[in-house]
């Protein structure tokens, strides 16, 4: 990709991160650094696209576990975050 | 699949990203906001099995043991997601994001022996960088884990000649850095692995308890830019826009919660290399308490007008929310009137009182935050402090140097009268005295939260 393009998607992307979180009361600070948690968890695409073009069994064993690691940052990190937002519930006025 | 339709899916779950961070920033929509980052994660790693890379063919190879790994991966974090006690939650947020680091790092060092020597130097740099961060967030998490679970002592860790051993070690990391980039080969990345993990360690070790979650959140936002750096190496937009965001977002919200605290985050992650060993007020010394009955408790709150519920880490392990409640509408039902003082900071995160007392269904107008109940306590009768020590400890205000000083602190010490619920009289995760507790209107309710808790309410329905 053009390095031109990659730099424009990268300064775009801070500042919309910047922008959706900078207004958050502190009541939501811990579920939303968990579902940040989460998100980041899409290294999993990463790991499953080096597990596919690995050569040597070194390769694949590390991406195995790259797989593994990056499963249970995705899941759990959505899964732990949806808890502790069912506790929220019942509570809207 | 085409690469387009494959660019074009990406893109959707990158926009599903800022969905959910923008939902989660909300009350009301916070739970969608999750779903929706849900819905955007799986439908990402979905469409990686349809597409067949450069000089790849599909299926995918080695298939079985790609999904083999993810059932592994679902078999361990399901499980521990849906078990974990409330109390427990943040240090898990903290080993999720760690393992997501580790994940991060070990794709670096696959694609970096993949390419071999046909990697370009952007390529290189971009690794090293991801091996780098990847390794200080995977051992820092342990280490934040380490202390949370309190397997570990939640005082800052300060060794002699600590902060040259750290500074000695940061050069190094970029020192073999520069020496990848340069020469190339596995051996200087291992080692770029090796030390950039024990720099995680010594890193994260002089923090003090009460500071962890912040740098939970830092190291959070590292793991993010990690990703963005994987996603250039891998050619891939959606992980660089998802790791952007994170690392984005997260530096913001490490910021908002070091507000909340009343720390600049360079204090907090500094703080431990300039601070002296505290000597903790005089270690040892046999001070006079009152504490007293749950019955005498019972009466003061009988005759009182106003009270002000502190509930804190305590109230969190003894699983007292359901009990704290109850006390609380009988309160009411005798016509006194009673809110919940909430220090954004109390538990072992921002924000960890209110999910707690959330799940006992207290009414959300009961919760006061910190800026509206402290002007309150001039006229509180009764200020009941529930296993929260650090977030009441005037010392914050008084004692210059103290591990807290610096931070907001809700002030019970000018209410009438003041009880602690305690366990023992340890100190608080920050490891500081709390004068408060030899204050002479202070009465010290010794015992579980909870128990304690049972008893004033039945002696209080029995007045």
Partial sequence: MEPMAILSIFVLAVFVGFEVVSKVSSTLHTPLMSGANAIHGVILVGAIIVADHSETNLELGLSIAAIILATINMVGGFVVTDRMLEMFKGNKK | ?463
């Fill in chain 2, 1 to 463: 699949m085409s690469r387009t339709l494959y660019d074009l899916i990406g893109l959707a779950a990158g926009v599903a990203f800022i969905l959910a961070l923008k939902g989660l920033s909300h009350p009301k929509t916070a739970r969608r906001g999750n779903l929706i980052g849900a819905f955007g994660a799986g439908l990402a790693t979905l469409v990686v099995f349809f597409y067949a890379n450069p000089g790849s063919s599909l299926p995918l190879n080695h298939l079985g043991w790609i999904l083999g790994a993810i059932a592994i991966g679902l078999v361990i974090g399901v499980p521990a997601a849906r078990k974990v006690q409330m109390t427990q939650m943040p240090q898990l947020v903290a080993l999720f994001n760690g393992v997501g680091g580790g994940a991060a790092a070990l794709v670096a060092i696959v694609e970096y022996l993949h390419l071999g020597v046909e990697a370009t130097t952007a390529e290189v740099i971009f690794t090293v960088f991801t091996v780098i961060v990847g390794c200080v967030s995977f051992s820092g998490s342990i280490i934040t884990f380490l202390k949370l679970q309190e397997l570990m002592t939640t005082r800052p860790v300060i060794f002699p000649a600590g902060r040259f051993i750290i500074a000695a070690t940061l050069v190094s990391v970029i020192g073999v850095g520069g020496w990848v980039v340069n020469a190339l080969g596995t051996s200087p990345l291992l080692i770029l692995a090796g030390l950039s993990l024990l720099f995680g360690v010594l890193f994260v070790l002089p923090v003090g308890g009460a500071d962890v979650p912040i740098v939970i959140s830092l190291l959070n936002a590292f793991t993010g830019l990690t990703v963005a750096a994987s996603g250039y190496v891998l050619d891939s937009t959606l992980l660089i826009i998802a790791g952007t965001l994170v690392g984005a977002s997260g530096t913001i919200l490490t910021r908002l919660m070091a507000e909340a605290m009343g720390r600049s985050l360079f204090g907090t992650l500094f703080g431990a290399f300039t601070a002296k060993p505290q000597d903790v007020a005089a270690a040892g010394e046999e001070r006079p308490v009152r504490s007293g009955s749950p019955d005498d408790v019972a009466i003061l709150l009988n005759y009182a007008r106003r009270v002000v519920i502190v509930p804190g880490f305590g109230l969190a392990v003894a699983q007292a929310q359901h009990t704290v409640r109850e006390l609380a509408d009988l309160m009411i039902s005798k016509g006194i009137d009673v809110a919940y003082g909430i220090h954004p900071v109390a538990g072992r995160m921002p924000g960890h009182m209110n999910v707690l007392l959330a799940e006992a269904n207290v009414p959300y107008d009961q919760l006061a935050e910190m800026d509206e109940v402290n002007p309150t306590f001039g006229q509180t009768d009764v200020a009941i402090v529930i296993g929260a020590n650090d977030v009441v400890n005037p010392a914050a205000q008084t004692t210059p140097g103290c591990p807290i000083y610096g931070m907001p602190i809700l002030e019970v010490n000018h209410a009438a009268n003041i009880i602690f619920l305690k366990r023992s009289m340890r100190p608080g995760f920050a490891g500081i005295e709390n004068e408060l507790l030899y204050d002479p209107k202070t009465m010290l309710l010794f015992g579980d939260a909870k128990a304690s808790l049972t008893k004033v309410v039945s002696a209080l329905k029995a007045l």
